[in-house]
């Protein structure tokens, strides 16, 4: 089992950047597929990127490709989104999710941060 919190969350005018952290607890965290989630208020939640257990592999949404960025520190137990060139359309609460499966990571991870809150203004 693994439990999560992410953070670095905030109000961002558009064109500008964050980076997303989340923490996880336990000692088999390399175990683990790392997955970034993100829902709009009244959006179904939408896969956002993963990586794989290494941090060799890489996977995004095409909405983020090549503004986004997502890591892994094994030995810090934490995934990252970088998020540049932000919009106003990537408003959002951002869940970090994990699970023994990549492939299952990106569609229905076993397990969910609580959420961070990402607001774009315009």
């Known amino acids: 089992q693994v439990h999560m919190v992410e953070s670095g969350g905030g109000l961002v005018q558009a064109g500008g950047s964050l980076r997303l952290s989340c923490a996880a607890s336990g000692r088999t965290f390399s175990s683990y597929a790392m997955a970034w989630f993100r829902q709009a208020p009244g959006n179904e939640r939408k896969f956002v990127a993963a990586?794989?257990?290494?941090?060799?592999?890489?996977y995004y949404a095409d909405f983020v490709k090549g503004r986004f960025t997502i890591w892994r520190d094994n030995a810090k137990n934490t995934v990252y989104l970088q998020m540049n060139s932000l919009e106003p359309e990537d408003t959002a609460v951002y869940y970090c999710?994990?699970?023994?499966?990549?492939?299952?990571?990106?569609?229905?991870?076993?397990?969910w941060g609580q959420g961070t809150q990402v607001t774009v203004s315009s």
């Open positions: 999710a994990a699970d023994l499966n990549l492939g299952t990571v990106a569609t229905t991870p076993t397990y």
């Open positions: 990586v794989t257990r290494g941090g060799g592999t890489a």
